[in-house]
C-alpha cells in the first residue's frame, strides 16, 4: 500500500465549479500536512498547509481527519489558472522526510 | 534572489557514463534535499541534508552519491547511469526542519538511453 493515496484524476470541471480532492495516508505518525501544486513541467510549489483545526485561504480550503487518517482539499469557483496536478504531502514517521502523493490532476475548461 | 536553481536542465546520458547535477540556493536554508519524479508516483527523496557537512540517505539512494559542498550548494552524482536513472531531478531547500516550507529547484530532466 502506497503511504499517501490520490485519486490521479483527471478532474475535468468548468470555470467557476467547486471541485474537491482527497487523500488519504497510512502512517497514523505523520505530523505535518500539505498541498503542493505542479503546474505542467515544472516544480512543485506549497499551495497550503493543512492544520488540524481545518483552514481556508481564499478559494482554498484544507481540511484534516486524523481519526481516519483523511486530507481533503476543495477550491471553490474555479479559475483556468487552477489548472494542474495538486499534490499531497505528509511527513514521514521521525519526522524527518517528506513523503508525497502521486498527485491529482486538475483541468478547468471555460 | 534567484531562490533555488538547478544546471543542466536538460541531459542525455548513454548507459554507463557519470554526471553531476548541480544545485545552489540563495536563501541562507539549512537544508536541501534530491528528488526524483517518475510518471504515476510521487516525488521520492534520494538523498537529504539536514545541515551543512551532514547527508543522509532518503528513499531511493542506490546508484547515487551528493555532496554537500557548502551551505549554498547541494550536488547530486550518477557514478554510472542506468536506464532506470531516467527520470526529472529536483533539487529543493527549507530553512531548517523537513515541515518548514519546501522551495523547489525548476528540475533536469534526464534521459539515459
Known amino acids: 500500500r502506497k503511504e499517501v493515496e490520490q485519486d490521479p484524476g483527471p478532474f475535468n470541471v468548468p470555470e467557476g465549479a467547486t471541485v474537491a480532492f482527497n487523500c488519504t495516508y497510512s502512517?497514523?505518525?505523520?505530523?505535518?500536512f500539505f498541498w503542493y501544486r505542479q503546474d505542467c513541467r515544472k516544480e512543485p510549489k506549497l499551495l497550503m498547509s493543512?492544520?488540524?483545526s481545518g483552514n481556508e485561504d481564499g478559494r482554498f480550503t484544507a481540511q484534516l481527519n486524523r481519526a481516519s487518517q483523511y486530507i481533503s482539499l476543495l477550491i471553490r469557483d474555479s479559475k483556468l489558472s487552477d489548472s494542474a496536478t495538486y499534490l499531497c504531502v505528509v511527513t514521514e514517521k521521525g519526522g524527518n522526510k517528506l513523503v508525497f502523493g502521486a498527485g491529482t490532476i486538475l483541468r478547468v475548461k471555460s | 534572489n534567484a531562490g533555488v536553481t538547478q544546471t543542466p536542465k536538460f541531459q542525455v546520458l548513454k548507459t554507463g557514463q557519470s554526471m553531476t547535477l548541480q544545485c545552489a540556493q540563495d536563501m541562507n536554508h539549512n537544508s536541501m534535499y534530491w528528488y526524483r519524479q517518475d510518471p504515476g508516483m510521487g516525488l521520492r527523496l534520494i538523498y537529504y541534508s539536514a545541515s551543512e557537512g551532514t547527508t543522509d540517505k532518503g528513499e531511493v539512494p542506490n546508484g547515487y552519491n551528493v555532496s554537500r559542498l557548502n551551505k549554498r550548494e547541494f550536488s547530486l552524482r550518477l557514478e554510472s547511469a542506468a536506464p532506470s536513472q531516467t527520470s526529472v531531478y529536483f533539487c529543493a531547500s527549507s530553512r531548517d526542519r523537513v515541515a518548514d516550507t519546501q522551495y523547489f529547484g525548476p528540475g533536469t530532466r534526464l534521459t539515459v538511453l
Open positions: 493543512v492544520y488540524s
Open positions: 502512517n497514523s505518525a505523520s505530523q505535518s
